[in-house]
């Protein structure tokens, strides 16, 4: 299941892909200093849920509005690992370049 925050871009010039695997404890201050950055140019961000058990899918749904772009969530459980969940930031997004 994927979830998208308002006003999706169709094609950016950059995704910022965030991977994350049972981040809850860890990742409020990392999605509060992404909240944070701003760019001249077109920017999204995927946010990668590799198959957590814990409450980061909940967390990052609550962190969608909060982002100065629109944001989403991929899926990305299908295999428990960082390159694949990296990969799929990659295969869901059409921009120029990702980070």
Do not use: C
Not at 35 to 57: K, M, P, Y
Not at 62 to 87: C, G, K
């Amino acid at each position: 299941m994927n979830d998208a925050g308002p006003e999706w871009a169709s094609t950016p010039e950059l995704t910022v892909v965030l991977p994350t695997h049972n981040g809850e404890r860890h990742l409020e201050e990392q999605l509060a200093a992404l909240a944070r950055q701003s760019w001249t140019g077109s920017w999204d961000i995927i946010f990668l849920n590799n198959g957590s058990t814990d409450g980061t899918r909940d967390l990052l749904v609550r962190w969608l509005d909060r982002m100065p772009v629109p944001a989403r969530i991929v899926d990305a459980a299908e295999h428990l690992s960082l390159a694949y969940a990296r990969n799929a930031g990659v295969a869901a997004t059409q921009s120029k370049s990702v980070a």
